[in-house]
């Protein structure tokens, strides 16, 4: 994955070998320095996105392994806005030698588009595999929204200032809310955030259909085109802590300040904001983006502090692993579940199948509860891809688009 999985170095080769699209494997000597923080943030990120993607039983999870039902916030709800945020922190660091010594940005922003739309096919694969039904895909999802908003914020990093970031954001929040609150109750009275009835779902199915929406709804996409807007913004975010973090003229103890005192102000303005629009991460309203964001920040401090600046280095390696292949941890994260989940494994009394993924969820429910068995499964799912990506990291391979 691309926007995770970009260098995130705080001293760069010039702007032209960073972003070379054709070398598709590079080993660790080749990297650049690299901002060790983020990697580390990456890699907890798509640890903890394994975890919570791969229970043994749906019916049977730990409440803050789950989604909100709709409206609030559980830590399985931070883990998307914490990609979007981690991708505009890896622009700043991969683009700003392109806005400093004015290289053509034209020709950057080509190369941009490719990756944003390499990364965008490969979501979309993951939305037809195993079966291939081009007649109902799912045209949009994790994948393919963060392609968009990579695009979005790329050129609006490239072009704007921090100011007129500031402003876009507020516009584009702003905007949302008027949008999906304001203006419905102005022309008719009332408004609706439920399921399926909004005006993002509206817009969506005019776009999108119902045939190429997400399947266990059919009436609304919660990656969906209208909500890719404000997810810009998580990005943009991630884009103003970068710029905290590359300022050279601050000290980086001032820089864990600033990080601190915004993600603090983030946080409260998402509070308060959710009294006017409930925070929500399928709809990703306006207020959800400033919460979500501002404990990214604080993780993102966190992390700056005690690995880049106290040189805090012991079990970062776990993390590191996951988040220094990023790309291959989600892609096979998204194949392999699909397969065991419907690869027969055996029969069962009665004659019917047992695919491979039953049969180790039963396994480990034979001997405890169904929701430890569930996150046990979850675990063993986790462990799988971490000796996958070990076996890279030893080899010093490491994938990128």
């Known amino acids: 994955m ?7 170095e705080e001293v760069s080769k010039p702007e032209e070998e960073v972003i070379n699209p054709k070398k598709k494997l590079i080993t660790l000597a ?18 903890f996105m394994l975890l919570v993607n791969n229970p043994g039983s749906w019916n049977d999870i730990y409440t803050p392994l789950e989604h909100a039902a709709w409206n609030g916030c559980t830590p399985t709800d931070l883990v998307y806005p914490f990609f979007l945020f981690i991708v505009g922190v890896s622009i700043v660091f991969s683009l700003s030698r392109t806005r400093e010594n004015a290289i053509d940005a034209r020709n950057i922003m080509l190369k941009i588009f490719r990756r944003g739309i390499t990364l965008f096919l490969i979501g979309l694969f993951l939305s037809l595999f195993p079966f291939f039904d081009f007649q109902t895909v799912r045209i949009m999802g994790v994948l393919q929204r963060i392609a968009l908003v990579y695009i979005a914020s790329s050129f609006l990093f490239l072009y704007l200032t921090r100011k007129q970031l500031f402003y876009t954001s507020a516009t584009m929040l702003v905007g949302y809310y008027l949008l999906m ?5 102005l022309f008719t009275g009332t408004y609706s955030l439920a399921p399926g009835v909004n005006v993002s779902a509206t817009i969506d199915r005019s776009i999108l259909t119902n045939i190429h929406m997400w399947k266990p709804a059919k009436t609304w996409d919660p990656e969906g085109l209208t909500g890719t807007v404000p997810a810009i913004v998580s990005a943009i975010i991630g884009i103003l802590a970068g710029v905290i973090l590359y300022d050279k003229k601050i000290s980086s103890e001032f820089k864990v300040i600033r990080l601190f005192t915004t993600s603090f102000l983030l946080i409260v303005a998402g509070l308060i904001f959710n009294f006017l629009f409930p925070i929500n991460k399928s709809l990703w309203t306006s207020s959800f983006v400033l919460y979500a964001g501002g404990i990214a920040m604080a993780f993102l401090a966190m992390f700056y502090y005690f690995i880049d600046i106290r040189k805090f280095d012991k079990g970062i390696t776990f993390f590191k692993i996951f988040g220094l292949n990023a790309i291959v941890a989600f892609t096979l994260s998204g194949m392999i579940p699909r397969i065991i989940n419907n690869l027969p494994f055996r029969h069962d009394a009665e ?17 405890m509860s169904a929701k430890n068995a569930s996150l046990g499964y979850a675990l063993v799912n986790v462990a799988f891809y971490f000796v996958i990506l070990t076996i890279l990291y030893r080899k010093k391979i490491f994938i990128r688009i």
């Not at 926007?3 to 995130?8: G, V, Y």
């Not at 609150?181 to 109750?185: A, F, G, N, T």
């Not at 004659?351 to 001997?367: A, C, E, K, N, W």
């Open 351 to 367: 004659g019917d199948p047992v695919t491979l993924s039953m049969f180790i969820y039963q396994s480990f429910h034979t001997i």
């Open 30 to 47: 080749e990297l650049p320095q690299r901002l060790q923080s983020l990697d580390v943030f990456r890699g907890l990120t798509i640890a």
């Open 2 to 8: 691309e926007e995770i999985n970009k260098e995130s």
């Open 181 to 185: 609150v304001l203006i419905p109750y």
